[in-house]
Protein backbone atom coordinates (compact mmCIF):
# COMPACT_ATOMS: atom_id res chain seq x y z
CA UNK A 1 0.00 0.00 0.00
CA UNK A 2 1.00 3.17 -0.92
CA UNK A 3 1.86 5.49 2.18
CA UNK A 4 0.52 9.10 1.95
CA UNK A 5 1.04 11.81 3.38
CA UNK A 6 -2.01 13.50 5.84
CA UNK A 7 -1.32 17.35 6.04
CA UNK A 8 -2.99 19.53 8.42
CA UNK A 9 -3.98 22.94 7.21
CA UNK A 10 -4.39 26.40 9.09
CA UNK A 11 -4.32 28.76 6.59
CA UNK A 12 -4.97 31.95 7.94
CA UNK A 13 -6.53 34.26 5.55
CA UNK A 14 -8.70 31.00 4.18
CA UNK A 15 -10.15 30.69 7.94
CA UNK A 16 -10.93 34.25 7.95
CA UNK A 17 -12.82 33.72 5.43
CA UNK A 18 -14.19 30.63 6.69
CA UNK A 19 -15.16 32.60 10.06
CA UNK A 20 -16.98 35.07 7.45
CA UNK A 21 -19.17 32.01 6.52
CA UNK A 22 -19.87 30.84 10.38
CA UNK A 23 -23.00 31.52 12.54
CA UNK A 24 -24.89 28.41 14.31
CA UNK A 25 -27.11 26.71 12.76
CA UNK A 26 -29.40 24.23 15.27
CA UNK A 27 -26.89 21.54 15.05
CA UNK A 28 -23.24 23.25 15.54
CA UNK A 29 -23.06 21.93 19.21
CA UNK A 30 -23.96 18.64 18.69
CA UNK A 31 -21.34 18.57 15.67
CA UNK A 32 -18.69 20.02 18.16
CA UNK A 33 -19.63 17.71 20.82
CA UNK A 34 -19.83 14.44 18.78
CA UNK A 35 -17.56 14.83 15.97
CA UNK A 36 -13.67 15.52 15.53
CA UNK A 37 -12.37 17.17 12.48
CA UNK A 38 -9.13 16.35 9.95
CA UNK A 39 -7.66 17.79 7.02
CA UNK A 40 -6.07 15.76 4.32
CA UNK A 41 -4.23 16.65 1.49
CA UNK A 42 -5.36 13.62 -0.69
CA UNK A 43 -3.12 12.71 -3.69
CA UNK A 44 -4.68 11.72 -7.09
CA UNK A 45 -3.41 9.37 -9.73
CA UNK A 46 -1.51 12.58 -11.70
CA UNK A 47 -0.02 13.77 -8.26
CA UNK A 48 -1.88 16.81 -7.75
CA UNK A 49 -3.58 17.01 -4.42
CA UNK A 50 -7.39 17.61 -3.31
CA UNK A 51 -7.91 19.25 -0.13
CA UNK A 52 -10.62 17.12 1.63
CA UNK A 53 -12.20 17.89 5.47
CA UNK A 54 -13.24 14.60 7.17
CA UNK A 55 -15.77 14.98 9.91
CA UNK A 56 -15.48 11.62 12.20
CA UNK A 57 -17.86 10.81 15.21
CA UNK A 58 -16.06 10.34 17.95
CA UNK A 59 -17.59 7.61 19.47
CA UNK A 60 -14.95 4.93 17.75
CA UNK A 61 -16.83 1.87 18.94
CA UNK A 62 -18.77 0.92 15.58
CA UNK A 63 -18.14 1.92 11.84
CA UNK A 64 -19.78 4.19 9.72
CA UNK A 65 -20.66 4.55 6.00
CA UNK A 66 -18.79 7.81 4.38
CA UNK A 67 -21.10 10.55 3.21
CA UNK A 68 -19.40 12.82 0.86
CA UNK A 69 -20.08 16.30 -0.83
CA UNK A 70 -17.53 17.73 -3.47
CA UNK A 71 -17.28 20.79 -4.64
CA UNK A 72 -16.22 24.02 -6.36
CA UNK A 73 -17.68 26.97 -3.87
CA UNK A 74 -15.15 25.93 -1.29
CA UNK A 75 -15.28 23.11 1.88
CA UNK A 76 -15.40 26.10 3.94
CA UNK A 77 -14.73 26.73 7.07
CA UNK A 78 -10.77 25.68 6.98
CA UNK A 79 -8.64 24.94 9.90
CA UNK A 80 -8.98 21.51 11.87
CA UNK A 81 -10.49 23.32 15.03
CA UNK A 82 -13.16 25.25 13.03
CA UNK A 83 -16.19 23.35 12.37
CA UNK A 84 -18.85 23.49 9.81
CA UNK A 85 -22.36 24.15 11.83
CA UNK A 86 -24.36 21.69 9.80
CA UNK A 87 -23.18 18.67 8.13
CA UNK A 88 -24.44 15.97 5.05
CA UNK A 89 -27.47 16.74 3.30
CA UNK A 90 -29.50 17.21 6.86
CA UNK A 91 -30.05 16.51 10.23
CA UNK A 92 -31.14 12.92 10.75
CA UNK A 93 -27.07 12.01 9.06
CA UNK A 94 -25.57 13.93 11.69
CA UNK A 95 -28.05 12.38 14.41
CA UNK A 96 -27.42 9.44 13.03
CA UNK A 97 -24.07 8.71 12.78
CA UNK A 98 -21.66 9.49 9.29
CA UNK A 99 -18.16 10.25 8.38
CA UNK A 100 -18.97 13.29 6.69
CA UNK A 101 -16.47 14.21 3.59
CA UNK A 102 -16.09 17.73 1.73
CA UNK A 103 -13.47 17.94 -0.68
CA UNK A 104 -12.81 21.24 -3.08
CA UNK A 105 -12.54 19.93 -6.54
CA UNK A 106 -9.12 19.91 -9.01
CA UNK A 107 -8.07 24.04 -9.35
CA UNK A 108 -10.43 25.55 -6.34
CA UNK A 109 -9.60 27.36 -3.07
CA UNK A 110 -7.35 24.95 -1.33
CA UNK A 111 -6.69 21.97 -3.80
CA UNK A 112 -4.31 21.27 -6.71
CA UNK A 113 -4.41 21.40 -10.13
CA UNK A 114 -6.45 23.30 -12.88
CA UNK A 115 -10.50 24.28 -12.76
CA UNK A 116 -12.05 23.11 -15.98
CA UNK A 117 -15.70 24.44 -15.93
CA UNK A 118 -18.21 21.29 -15.95
CA UNK A 119 -15.04 19.02 -16.27
CA UNK A 120 -15.00 18.73 -20.30
CA UNK A 121 -13.31 15.31 -22.04
CA UNK A 122 -14.28 13.27 -19.53
CA UNK A 123 -13.54 9.48 -19.55
CA UNK A 124 -10.47 10.44 -22.18
CA UNK A 125 -8.34 8.03 -20.34
CA UNK A 126 -5.04 7.53 -22.67
CA UNK A 127 -2.19 7.36 -20.18
CA UNK A 128 -2.70 7.03 -16.43
CA UNK A 129 -1.98 10.43 -15.42
CA UNK A 130 -5.64 11.42 -17.36
CA UNK A 131 -7.99 13.06 -14.92
CA UNK A 132 -10.96 13.92 -15.02
CA UNK A 133 -13.75 13.59 -11.84
CA UNK A 134 -14.38 10.09 -12.43
CA UNK A 135 -10.96 9.35 -12.12
CA UNK A 136 -10.48 11.65 -8.89
CA UNK A 137 -13.64 10.39 -7.31
CA UNK A 138 -11.95 7.10 -7.59
CA UNK A 139 -8.67 7.92 -6.02
CA UNK A 140 -10.59 9.69 -3.27
CA UNK A 141 -13.04 6.72 -1.89
CA UNK A 142 -10.14 4.82 -2.32
CA UNK A 143 -7.80 6.84 0.32
CA UNK A 144 -10.80 7.26 2.24
CA UNK A 145 -11.78 3.78 2.88
CA UNK A 146 -8.44 2.62 3.06
CA UNK A 147 -7.22 5.46 5.48
CA UNK A 148 -10.08 7.03 7.78
CA UNK A 149 -10.23 4.25 10.50
CA UNK A 150 -13.86 2.84 11.00
CA UNK A 151 -15.57 3.00 7.69
CA UNK A 152 -17.99 0.48 6.42
CA UNK A 153 -16.29 0.55 3.20
CA UNK A 154 -19.44 2.29 1.86
CA UNK A 155 -19.51 5.51 0.28
CA UNK A 156 -22.82 7.58 -0.88
CA UNK A 157 -22.37 10.96 -2.70
CA UNK A 158 -24.67 14.22 -2.49
CA UNK A 159 -24.82 17.31 -4.27
CA UNK A 160 -26.76 20.83 -5.22
CA UNK A 161 -26.35 22.39 -8.37
CA UNK A 162 -22.56 22.34 -9.57
CA UNK A 163 -21.83 19.81 -6.37
CA UNK A 164 -25.12 18.34 -7.89
CA UNK A 165 -22.74 17.78 -11.09
CA UNK A 166 -20.03 16.41 -9.31
CA UNK A 167 -22.23 14.21 -7.96
CA UNK A 168 -23.26 12.73 -11.09
CA UNK A 169 -19.73 12.83 -12.50
CA UNK A 170 -18.75 10.75 -9.11
CA UNK A 171 -20.88 7.57 -10.87
CA UNK A 172 -18.11 7.58 -13.40
CA UNK A 173 -15.89 6.40 -10.93
CA UNK A 174 -17.85 3.03 -11.60
CA UNK A 175 -15.79 2.60 -7.76
CA UNK A 176 -17.21 -0.59 -5.97
CA UNK A 177 -17.43 1.16 -2.89
CA UNK A 178 -20.04 3.88 -3.93
CA UNK A 179 -23.33 2.25 -3.61
CA UNK A 180 -25.39 5.56 -3.58
CA UNK A 181 -25.49 8.91 -4.99
CA UNK A 182 -28.44 11.93 -4.86
CA UNK A 183 -27.70 14.82 -7.32
CA UNK A 184 -30.06 17.60 -6.74
CA UNK A 185 -30.74 20.10 -8.80
CA UNK A 186 -27.47 18.85 -10.66
CA UNK A 187 -26.17 20.73 -13.93
CA UNK A 188 -26.41 18.63 -16.67
CA UNK A 189 -25.30 20.59 -19.90
CA UNK A 190 -24.43 23.86 -18.89
CA UNK A 191 -25.96 25.67 -22.25
CA UNK A 192 -28.88 24.36 -21.66
CA UNK A 193 -28.94 24.68 -17.33
CA UNK A 194 -27.75 27.95 -15.97
CA UNK A 195 -26.44 29.60 -19.53
CA UNK A 196 -29.14 29.39 -22.30
CA UNK A 197 -32.68 28.00 -22.70
CA UNK A 198 -33.33 27.20 -26.29
CA UNK A 199 -30.47 29.03 -27.60
CA UNK A 200 -31.96 32.36 -25.21
CA UNK A 201 -29.35 33.58 -22.56
CA UNK A 202 -30.25 33.77 -18.94
CA UNK A 203 -28.61 36.88 -18.07
CA UNK A 204 -29.62 38.14 -14.69
CA UNK A 205 -28.63 34.50 -13.05
CA UNK A 206 -25.09 34.68 -15.02
CA UNK A 207 -24.13 38.50 -15.49
CA UNK A 208 -22.22 38.46 -11.65
CA UNK A 209 -22.31 34.94 -10.76
CA UNK A 210 -18.78 34.65 -13.00
CA UNK A 211 -16.03 37.45 -11.14
CA UNK A 212 -14.62 35.07 -8.61
CA UNK A 213 -15.03 32.06 -10.69
CA UNK A 214 -11.24 31.50 -11.29
CA UNK A 215 -8.77 28.72 -11.28
CA UNK A 216 -6.16 28.67 -8.13
CA UNK A 217 -4.04 30.72 -9.56
CA UNK A 218 0.01 29.94 -9.19
CA UNK A 219 -0.35 27.74 -6.92
CA UNK A 220 -1.98 30.16 -4.14
CA UNK A 221 -5.80 28.79 -3.03
CA UNK A 222 -8.45 30.60 -4.53
CA UNK A 223 -10.14 33.71 -3.03
CA UNK A 224 -13.71 34.87 -3.10
CA UNK A 225 -15.92 33.93 -4.72
CA UNK A 226 -19.39 34.92 -7.63
CA UNK A 227 -21.32 37.52 -7.05
CA UNK A 228 -18.22 39.96 -6.71
CA UNK A 229 -19.02 43.63 -8.50
CA UNK A 230 -20.33 46.07 -6.78
CA UNK A 231 -23.12 47.34 -8.22
CA UNK A 232 -25.48 49.99 -6.65
CA UNK A 233 -28.50 50.04 -8.54
CA UNK A 234 -31.47 48.31 -7.11
CA UNK A 235 -33.24 47.94 -10.49
CA UNK A 236 -32.13 45.15 -12.48
CA UNK A 237 -34.38 46.33 -15.83
CA UNK A 238 -32.74 49.30 -15.81
CA UNK A 239 -29.29 48.79 -15.05
CA UNK A 240 -28.91 46.29 -17.92
CA UNK A 241 -31.09 48.35 -20.58
CA UNK A 242 -28.26 51.44 -19.75
CA UNK A 243 -25.83 48.32 -20.24
CA UNK A 244 -26.80 48.04 -23.49
CA UNK A 245 -25.70 45.24 -25.94
CA UNK A 246 -24.30 42.23 -24.50
CA UNK A 247 -20.57 42.82 -25.90
CA UNK A 248 -20.78 45.80 -23.16
CA UNK A 249 -20.57 43.42 -20.13
CA UNK A 250 -16.40 43.43 -21.40
CA UNK A 251 -16.39 46.71 -21.46
CA UNK A 252 -18.03 47.85 -18.16
CA UNK A 253 -17.93 45.73 -15.81
CA UNK A 254 -15.58 41.82 -16.71
CA UNK A 255 -13.13 44.16 -18.70
CA UNK A 256 -11.86 40.82 -20.33
CA UNK A 257 -10.33 39.04 -17.39
CA UNK A 258 -12.79 36.14 -16.86
CA UNK A 259 -11.92 33.24 -19.19
CA UNK A 260 -15.67 31.48 -18.50
CA UNK A 261 -17.61 34.51 -19.10
CA UNK A 262 -15.49 35.29 -22.50
CA UNK A 263 -15.88 31.26 -23.05
CA UNK A 264 -19.96 32.48 -22.86
CA UNK A 265 -19.06 35.28 -24.69
CA UNK A 266 -17.63 33.67 -27.57
CA UNK A 267 -19.73 30.32 -27.78
CA UNK A 268 -23.51 31.49 -28.08
CA UNK A 269 -24.30 28.54 -29.74
CA UNK A 270 -24.28 24.79 -29.00
CA UNK A 271 -21.47 24.21 -30.24
CA UNK A 272 -18.34 21.55 -29.27
CA UNK A 273 -17.15 23.29 -26.36
CA UNK A 274 -20.82 22.80 -24.43
CA UNK A 275 -21.49 19.52 -26.01
CA UNK A 276 -18.07 18.26 -24.83
CA UNK A 277 -19.43 19.09 -21.12
CA UNK A 278 -22.72 17.42 -21.27
CA UNK A 279 -21.96 14.79 -18.42
CA UNK A 280 -25.27 12.98 -19.84
CA UNK A 281 -23.64 11.83 -22.69
CA UNK A 282 -21.44 9.38 -20.13
CA UNK A 283 -24.09 7.84 -17.88
CA UNK A 284 -23.74 4.35 -18.90
CA UNK A 285 -23.23 1.02 -17.07
CA UNK A 286 -23.82 2.44 -13.80
CA UNK A 287 -24.52 0.48 -10.71
CA UNK A 288 -24.99 2.88 -8.12
CA UNK A 289 -27.86 3.23 -6.59
CA UNK A 290 -29.10 6.84 -7.50
CA UNK A 291 -32.20 10.05 -6.11
CA UNK A 292 -32.09 12.70 -8.22
CA UNK A 293 -33.32 15.44 -6.97
CA UNK A 294 -35.10 18.65 -8.42
CA UNK A 295 -37.95 21.15 -7.87
CA UNK A 296 -40.66 22.17 -10.21
CA UNK A 297 -39.56 25.62 -9.73
CA UNK A 298 -35.50 25.45 -10.28
CA UNK A 299 -34.82 28.45 -11.98
CA UNK A 300 -31.23 27.23 -12.60
CA UNK A 301 -31.20 23.71 -13.10
CA UNK A 302 -34.26 22.45 -13.69
CA UNK A 303 -33.75 20.68 -16.74
CA UNK A 304 -30.58 19.08 -15.19
CA UNK A 305 -32.69 17.12 -12.74
CA UNK A 306 -34.93 16.37 -15.17
CA UNK A 307 -32.75 14.80 -17.60
CA UNK A 308 -30.20 13.52 -15.69
CA UNK A 309 -33.20 11.33 -13.95
CA UNK A 310 -34.34 10.20 -17.53
CA UNK A 311 -30.89 9.93 -18.85
CA UNK A 312 -29.90 7.57 -16.14
CA UNK A 313 -33.34 5.53 -15.87
CA UNK A 314 -33.55 4.81 -19.76
CA UNK A 315 -29.46 3.63 -20.12
CA UNK A 316 -29.71 2.13 -16.88
CA UNK A 317 -32.46 -0.09 -16.96
CA UNK A 318 -31.51 -2.52 -14.24
CA UNK A 319 -30.41 0.36 -11.61
CA UNK A 320 -32.52 1.23 -8.84
CA UNK A 321 -32.75 4.97 -9.86
CA UNK A 322 -35.03 7.40 -7.80
CA UNK A 323 -37.05 10.68 -8.76
CA UNK A 324 -38.19 13.38 -6.49
CA UNK A 325 -39.37 16.76 -7.54
CA UNK A 326 -41.03 18.85 -5.56
CA UNK A 327 -42.60 22.32 -5.18
CA UNK A 328 -39.17 23.87 -4.23
CA UNK A 329 -36.76 26.56 -6.10
CA UNK A 330 -33.30 25.80 -6.23
CA UNK A 331 -31.77 23.79 -3.77
CA UNK A 332 -35.75 24.45 -1.46
CA UNK A 333 -35.42 21.00 0.01
CA UNK A 334 -32.48 21.40 1.65
CA UNK A 335 -34.15 23.78 4.06
CA UNK A 336 -36.96 25.22 5.59
CA UNK A 337 -40.72 24.12 5.42
CA UNK A 338 -41.29 25.04 2.09
CA UNK A 339 -44.41 25.59 2.47
CA UNK A 340 -45.21 28.32 -0.57
CA UNK A 341 -43.32 29.80 -2.96
CA UNK A 342 -44.50 33.95 -3.20
CA UNK A 343 -48.14 34.13 -2.83
CA UNK A 344 -48.72 30.53 -4.02
CA UNK A 345 -49.47 27.99 -0.61
CA UNK A 346 -48.75 24.09 -0.96
CA UNK A 347 -51.22 22.87 1.84
CA UNK A 348 -48.17 22.53 4.20
CA UNK A 349 -44.48 21.98 4.48
CA UNK A 350 -42.83 19.87 1.94
CA UNK A 351 -39.69 19.80 2.74
CA UNK A 352 -39.30 18.12 5.99
CA UNK A 353 -41.20 15.36 4.72
CA UNK A 354 -38.55 14.53 1.84
CA UNK A 355 -36.03 15.31 3.90
CA UNK A 356 -36.88 12.00 6.42
CA UNK A 357 -39.37 9.65 4.29
CA UNK A 358 -37.09 9.86 0.62
CA UNK A 359 -33.55 11.31 1.02
CA UNK A 360 -32.71 9.75 4.29
CA UNK A 361 -34.10 6.50 3.39
CA UNK A 362 -32.43 5.91 0.75
CA UNK A 363 -28.90 6.81 1.88
CA UNK A 364 -29.81 4.64 5.40
CA UNK A 365 -30.87 1.86 2.87
CA UNK A 366 -28.03 2.07 0.30
CA UNK A 367 -25.52 2.60 3.14
CA UNK A 368 -26.63 1.15 6.18
CA UNK A 369 -28.72 -1.66 5.10
CA UNK A 370 -31.67 -0.27 6.91
CA UNK A 371 -35.52 -1.16 5.35
CA UNK A 372 -36.32 0.87 2.07
CA UNK A 373 -40.14 0.64 3.13
CA UNK A 374 -42.74 1.74 0.41
CA UNK A 375 -40.36 3.90 -1.29
CA UNK A 376 -41.58 4.32 -4.42
CA UNK A 377 -39.66 5.20 -7.82
CA UNK A 378 -40.99 8.53 -8.45
CA UNK A 379 -42.04 11.08 -5.70
CA UNK A 380 -43.64 14.14 -7.48
CA UNK A 381 -45.31 16.72 -6.06
CA UNK A 382 -48.28 17.70 -8.18
CA UNK A 383 -49.04 21.96 -7.96
CA UNK A 384 -52.37 23.09 -7.81
CA UNK A 385 -53.88 20.16 -6.26
CA UNK A 386 -50.85 20.34 -3.23
CA UNK A 387 -50.29 16.49 -2.72
CA UNK A 388 -47.57 14.15 -3.35
CA UNK A 389 -47.93 11.34 -5.84
CA UNK A 390 -46.27 8.76 -6.71
CA UNK A 391 -45.38 6.69 -10.07
CA UNK A 392 -43.40 4.06 -11.23
CA UNK A 393 -41.34 5.94 -14.17
CA UNK A 394 -41.90 9.27 -15.35
CA UNK A 395 -43.37 10.74 -17.20
CA UNK A 396 -46.46 8.49 -15.95
CA UNK A 397 -47.25 6.02 -18.36
CA UNK A 398 -50.98 6.86 -17.77
CA UNK A 399 -51.05 10.45 -19.16
CA UNK A 400 -51.53 10.44 -22.65
CA UNK A 401 -50.41 13.66 -25.16
CA UNK A 402 -53.05 15.61 -26.51
CA UNK A 403 -52.58 19.23 -28.04
CA UNK A 404 -54.12 22.51 -26.83
CA UNK A 405 -54.78 24.92 -29.56
CA UNK A 406 -54.38 28.46 -29.83
CA UNK A 407 -57.67 29.95 -31.09
CA UNK A 408 -58.93 33.34 -33.07
CA UNK A 409 -60.22 35.71 -30.52
CA UNK A 410 -58.18 34.56 -27.53
CA UNK A 411 -59.94 31.19 -26.92
CA UNK A 412 -57.94 28.10 -25.91
CA UNK A 413 -59.10 24.54 -26.59
CA UNK A 414 -58.26 20.60 -26.80
CA UNK A 415 -60.37 21.29 -30.14
CA UNK A 416 -58.61 21.84 -33.26
CA UNK A 417 -59.29 24.78 -35.32
CA UNK A 418 -61.46 24.51 -37.93
CA UNK A 419 -62.08 26.50 -41.67
CA UNK A 420 -59.83 27.69 -44.25
CA UNK A 421 -59.17 30.89 -43.22
CA UNK A 422 -56.08 31.91 -42.30
CA UNK A 423 -55.69 33.76 -38.76
CA UNK A 424 -53.16 35.55 -36.88
CA UNK A 425 -52.80 37.12 -33.99
CA UNK A 426 -49.84 40.44 -34.28
CA UNK A 427 -47.50 41.98 -31.81
CA UNK A 428 -45.13 44.88 -32.46
CA UNK A 429 -41.72 43.80 -30.60
CA UNK A 430 -39.31 46.54 -29.95
CA UNK A 431 -35.80 45.89 -27.56
CA UNK A 432 -35.88 49.24 -26.52
CA UNK A 433 -39.37 48.31 -24.08
CA UNK A 434 -38.73 44.36 -23.51
CA UNK A 435 -41.52 43.26 -21.21
CA UNK A 436 -40.11 42.55 -17.93
CA UNK A 437 -40.26 39.21 -16.19
CA UNK A 438 -41.41 40.53 -12.63
CA UNK A 439 -43.37 43.39 -11.52
CA UNK A 440 -41.05 44.90 -8.87
CA UNK A 441 -37.98 45.65 -11.11
CA UNK A 442 -35.27 44.63 -8.34
CA UNK A 443 -31.73 43.76 -8.96
CA UNK A 444 -31.23 40.20 -8.33
CA UNK A 445 -32.62 36.66 -9.36
CA UNK A 446 -36.30 37.09 -8.29
CA UNK A 447 -36.89 32.86 -8.36
CA UNK A 448 -40.22 33.42 -7.13
CA UNK A 449 -40.89 34.48 -11.30
CA UNK A 450 -41.40 31.16 -10.99
CA UNK A 451 -45.00 30.75 -10.14
CA UNK A 452 -45.40 34.59 -10.08
CA UNK A 453 -48.89 36.12 -10.88
CA UNK A 454 -49.22 37.50 -14.64
CA UNK A 455 -51.40 39.92 -13.94
CA UNK A 456 -48.62 43.02 -14.16
CA UNK A 457 -48.91 42.65 -17.90
CA UNK A 458 -52.79 43.04 -18.76
CA UNK A 459 -51.87 46.56 -20.49
CA UNK A 460 -48.96 44.71 -22.43
CA UNK A 461 -49.75 44.99 -26.15
CA UNK A 462 -47.05 42.78 -27.05
CA UNK A 463 -48.20 40.34 -25.23
CA UNK A 464 -50.58 37.86 -26.59
CA UNK A 465 -53.18 35.57 -24.11
CA UNK A 466 -55.10 32.52 -25.23
CA UNK A 467 -57.39 31.27 -22.09
CA UNK A 468 -59.80 28.15 -22.16
CA UNK A 469 -63.34 28.09 -20.81
CA UNK A 470 -64.16 27.73 -16.93
CA UNK A 471 -62.75 23.97 -16.97
CA UNK A 472 -65.89 21.65 -15.52
CA UNK A 473 -63.51 19.22 -14.10
CA UNK A 474 -59.87 18.87 -12.81
CA UNK A 475 -57.26 18.67 -15.53
CA UNK A 476 -53.89 17.12 -14.45
CA UNK A 477 -50.89 17.42 -17.06
CA UNK A 478 -47.86 15.42 -16.14
CA UNK A 479 -44.45 15.53 -17.95
CA UNK A 480 -42.86 17.56 -21.09
CA UNK A 481 -44.61 19.66 -22.61
CA UNK A 482 -43.78 21.03 -26.04
CA UNK A 483 -44.57 24.18 -27.56
CA UNK A 484 -45.42 24.10 -31.42
CA UNK A 485 -46.51 27.87 -33.01
CA UNK A 486 -46.54 28.73 -36.52
CA UNK A 487 -45.06 32.74 -36.88
CA UNK A 488 -43.73 34.85 -38.90
CA UNK A 489 -41.87 38.34 -38.31
CA UNK A 490 -40.41 41.43 -40.41
CA UNK A 491 -37.09 40.38 -38.62
CA UNK A 492 -34.25 37.94 -39.13
CA UNK A 493 -34.02 36.79 -35.65
CA UNK A 494 -36.77 36.49 -32.87
CA UNK A 495 -37.12 34.96 -29.26
CA UNK A 496 -40.52 33.37 -28.72
CA UNK A 497 -41.97 32.72 -25.35
CA UNK A 498 -44.60 30.24 -24.28
CA UNK A 499 -45.97 30.75 -20.59
CA UNK A 500 -48.46 28.44 -19.14
CA UNK A 501 -50.96 29.83 -16.50
CA UNK A 502 -53.23 28.49 -14.29
CA UNK A 503 -55.89 31.51 -13.94
CA UNK A 504 -57.80 31.04 -10.22
CA UNK A 505 -61.86 32.01 -10.06
CA UNK A 506 -62.28 34.77 -8.77
CA UNK A 507 -63.86 33.69 -5.79
CA UNK A 508 -60.78 32.85 -5.06
CA UNK A 509 -59.58 33.10 -1.09
CA UNK A 510 -55.93 33.96 -0.04
CA UNK A 511 -53.74 32.53 2.00
CA UNK A 512 -51.46 32.81 4.45
CA UNK A 513 -48.86 33.62 2.51
CA UNK A 514 -50.48 36.00 -0.01
CA UNK A 515 -48.86 39.18 0.09
CA UNK A 516 -50.42 42.54 1.08
CA UNK A 517 -51.91 43.75 -1.96
CA UNK A 518 -52.34 40.80 -3.78
CA UNK A 519 -55.65 38.63 -4.51
CA UNK A 520 -55.85 35.70 -5.19
CA UNK A 521 -58.99 36.37 -7.09
CA UNK A 522 -58.45 35.65 -10.59
CA UNK A 523 -54.50 35.00 -10.15
CA UNK A 524 -52.39 33.98 -13.18
CA UNK A 525 -50.31 31.60 -11.68
CA UNK A 526 -47.44 30.92 -13.68
CA UNK A 527 -46.89 26.97 -13.73
CA UNK A 528 -43.95 26.56 -16.82
CA UNK A 529 -42.34 29.28 -19.33
CA UNK A 530 -40.20 28.36 -21.62
CA UNK A 531 -38.29 30.76 -24.42
CA UNK A 532 -36.77 29.92 -28.11
CA UNK A 533 -34.28 31.76 -29.53
CA UNK A 534 -35.81 31.69 -33.23
CA UNK A 535 -32.35 31.21 -35.36
CA UNK A 536 -31.88 27.40 -33.41
CA UNK A 537 -35.51 26.02 -34.31
CA UNK A 538 -33.84 23.81 -36.97
CA UNK A 539 -30.74 23.19 -34.58
CA UNK A 540 -29.13 24.17 -31.58
CA UNK A 541 -25.61 24.34 -33.51
CA UNK A 542 -26.83 25.50 -36.61
CA UNK A 543 -28.33 29.05 -36.47
CA UNK A 544 -30.52 30.26 -39.68
CA UNK A 545 -32.20 33.12 -40.18
CA UNK A 546 -35.36 33.63 -40.58
CA UNK A 547 -36.87 34.95 -43.97
CA UNK A 548 -39.06 38.11 -43.52
CA UNK A 549 -42.94 37.92 -43.85
CA UNK A 550 -42.87 33.34 -44.55
CA UNK A 551 -44.79 31.51 -42.18
CA UNK A 552 -42.52 29.30 -40.38
CA UNK A 553 -42.83 26.60 -37.46
CA UNK A 554 -41.37 26.65 -34.36
CA UNK A 555 -41.17 24.12 -31.60
CA UNK A 556 -39.82 23.37 -28.28
CA UNK A 557 -39.55 21.67 -25.45
CA UNK A 558 -41.04 23.36 -22.47
CA UNK A 559 -39.73 21.52 -18.95
CA UNK A 560 -41.90 19.04 -17.06
CA UNK A 561 -44.23 19.75 -15.07
CA UNK A 562 -47.18 17.82 -12.35
CA UNK A 563 -50.14 20.44 -12.41
CA UNK A 564 -53.59 19.97 -11.87
CA UNK A 565 -55.72 22.84 -13.25
CA UNK A 566 -58.79 22.62 -10.64
CA UNK A 567 -62.20 22.86 -11.88
CA UNK A 568 -63.83 26.04 -12.02
CA UNK A 569 -59.88 27.13 -12.71
CA UNK A 570 -59.01 28.25 -16.22
CA UNK A 571 -55.71 27.50 -18.53
CA UNK A 572 -54.17 30.10 -20.41
CA UNK A 573 -51.35 30.36 -22.58
CA UNK A 574 -49.00 33.56 -22.97
CA UNK A 575 -46.73 34.37 -25.78
CA UNK A 576 -44.11 36.87 -25.94
CA UNK A 577 -40.75 37.63 -27.34
CA UNK A 578 -38.79 39.05 -24.51
CA UNK A 579 -38.46 38.79 -20.51
CA UNK A 580 -36.53 41.37 -19.64
CA UNK A 581 -33.62 41.28 -18.11
CA UNK A 582 -34.35 37.53 -17.44
CA UNK A 583 -33.43 36.83 -20.55
CA UNK A 584 -30.86 38.94 -22.71
CA UNK A 585 -32.20 40.99 -25.45
CA UNK A 586 -32.99 39.56 -29.26
CA UNK A 587 -31.72 42.56 -31.62
CA UNK A 588 -34.30 41.06 -34.05
CA UNK A 589 -31.78 40.98 -36.75
CA UNK A 590 -29.30 37.64 -37.71
CA UNK A 591 -26.57 39.04 -35.74
CA UNK A 592 -24.03 37.27 -33.12
CA UNK A 593 -25.83 38.45 -30.47
CA UNK A 594 -23.03 38.47 -28.29
CA UNK A 595 -21.00 40.36 -30.60
CA UNK A 596 -23.92 42.82 -31.43
CA UNK A 597 -24.11 46.77 -31.32
CA UNK A 598 -26.71 48.78 -30.52
CA UNK A 599 -27.75 49.88 -33.48
CA UNK A 600 -28.72 45.86 -34.69
CA UNK A 601 -31.11 46.16 -32.05
CA UNK A 602 -34.67 46.64 -34.37
CA UNK A 603 -38.71 46.80 -33.90
CA UNK A 604 -40.03 44.06 -35.31
CA UNK A 605 -44.04 42.33 -36.36
CA UNK A 606 -44.63 39.09 -35.37
CA UNK A 607 -47.44 37.23 -35.98
CA UNK A 608 -48.49 34.12 -34.54
CA UNK A 609 -50.96 31.77 -36.30
CA UNK A 610 -53.94 30.02 -34.69
CA UNK A 611 -55.82 28.98 -38.16
CA UNK A 612 -56.40 25.09 -39.20
CA UNK A 613 -53.73 25.96 -42.29
CA UNK A 614 -51.28 27.14 -39.77
CA UNK A 615 -52.35 26.24 -36.40
CA UNK A 616 -50.21 26.60 -33.21
CA UNK A 617 -50.61 24.58 -29.87
CA UNK A 618 -49.10 22.72 -27.32
CA UNK A 619 -48.60 19.53 -27.05
CA UNK A 620 -49.28 18.29 -23.22
CA UNK A 621 -49.47 15.03 -21.50
CA UNK A 622 -53.12 14.38 -19.95
CA UNK A 623 -53.87 12.08 -16.75
CA UNK A 624 -57.51 11.36 -16.15
CA UNK A 625 -57.80 10.04 -12.90
CA UNK A 626 -59.63 13.01 -11.41
N1 LIG B 1 -26.37 26.41 -10.99
C1 LIG B 1 -25.52 27.42 -10.50
C2 LIG B 1 -24.71 28.12 -11.57
C3 LIG B 1 -23.56 27.60 -12.17
C4 LIG B 1 -22.92 28.32 -13.16
C5 LIG B 1 -23.42 29.54 -13.55
C6 LIG B 1 -24.54 30.05 -12.94
C7 LIG B 1 -25.20 29.36 -11.95
C8 LIG B 1 -24.86 27.10 -9.23
O1 LIG B 1 -23.97 26.27 -9.10
O2 LIG B 1 -25.29 27.73 -8.29
Known sequence: MKKFLLILFTLSSVATFAQRRGGGGPDAEYIKTNYTKYEYQVPMRDGKKLFTSVYVPKDQSKKYPIMMDRTCYSVSPYGADVYKTSLGPSTQFVHDGYIFVYQDVRGRYMSEGLFKEMTPELEVHKTKNDVDEGTDTYDTIDWLIKNIPNNTGKVGVWGISYPGFYTTASLLSRHPA???????????????????????????????????????????????????????????????????????????????????????????????????????????????????????????????????????????????????MGPWVHGGWARGDGENLGDVYFGGPTGPWYRENVEFRFFSHYLKGTPLGDLAPINAFETGANKWKTYKAWPPVEAAEKSLYLLPGGKLSFTA?????????????????????????????????????????????????????????????????????????????????????????????????????????????????????????????????????????????LQDVLHTFKKGHRIMIQVQSSMFPLIDRNPQKFVDIMKADESDFQKATHKVYTGKLHPSFLKVRVINDN
Open 178 to 324: LVAASPQAPMSDLWRDDGWHNGAFFLVANFDFYPGFTNRQDDKPTQGRGRSFNITSNDGYDFFMKMGPMKNTNRDWYKDTVKLWNDILNHPDYDQHWKDRNVLYHLHDIKTAVLVTGGWYDAEDLYGAINTYKTLAKMNPKTPVYFT
Open 417 to 557: PAGTKETFDEYVSDPANPVPFTPNKTMGMSQDYMDGDQRFLADRKDVLSYTSDVLDKDVTIAGNIWANLNVSTTGTDADFIVKVLDVYPDTASNNKYTRPNVKMGGYQQMVRSEPIRGKYRNAFDKPEPFVPGKVTPVKWE
